[in-house]
């Protein structure tokens, strides 16, 4: 039955690609006529990464030098026993989402400012640190191994999309994160995550 389904699959393939080459039938308008209801996105259409997806440069720009930390001993000094494990300084807890909570100098960037970050994403100052003075920042990451993969130690421009007030709640985090219109960067950190 499988050898049969297989060989029956190679034949339909080559009546099919001998009828585009002999029709002028561009792939397009096939795919349309067998899926009416799927769409093939050009290149042009395909999703952008969320570091191409607008211009930065209206926004203001620092030049900060960006570290990475964990919730970890070897980032807070705290165990996982810890009643306040995991939990920043604005209370919230740590993510690595598509709105990623970050460490900062709140005299430079307060609690709730929202920083884009290229190669990282969105950063949203919700900790501080001891080290964390003036013009550096800490990225949040949920492993050792992911901060010495995925970053390491790095001076880079960052934006700041909006000035913080000084707080940060679950809830505002997770509106920013549950924003329909940024779901398909969200899926895109959400896989290169899992991968």
Do not use: C
Request: aromatic fraction near 12%; hydrophobic fraction near 35%; charge should be negative.
């Amino acid at each position: 039955m499988t050898k049969g389904l297989f060989f029956t699959s190679l034949v339909l393939a080559a009546l099919i690609s001998t009828y585009l080459l002999l029709s002028g039938v561009p792939l397009n308008d096939l795919t349309n006529w067998f899926f009416p209801d799927q769409k093939v996105l050009s290149s042009e259409e395909r999703p952008q990464t969320l570091d191409d997806s607008q211009d930065w440069s209206q926004f203001p720009v620092h030049t900060v030098t960006a570290t990475g930390y964990t919730a970890g001993e070897e980032s807070t000094g705290k165990k996982p026993d810890h009643p306040a494990y995991g939990i920043t300084f604005s209370g919230v807890k740590v993510t690595r989402d598509l709105y990623s909570t970050i460490a900062a100098d709140p005299d430079k960037f307060p609690i709730g400012t929202i920083l884009f970050i290229p190669g990282y994403g969105y950063g949203v100052v919700a900790d501080t640190g001891s080290a964390i003075t003036g013009n550096r920042i800490d990225l949040y990451y949920d492993t050792v191994q992911d901060v010495y993969d995925e970053w390491g130690k790095k001076t880079i421009e960052v934006y700041v999309i909006k000035k913080g007030d000084g707080s940060l709640t679950e809830e505002a985090l997770q509106s920013l994160n549950e924003d329909e219109s940024m779901q398909v960067f969200r899926q895109q950190l959400l896989n290169k995550t899992e991968d």
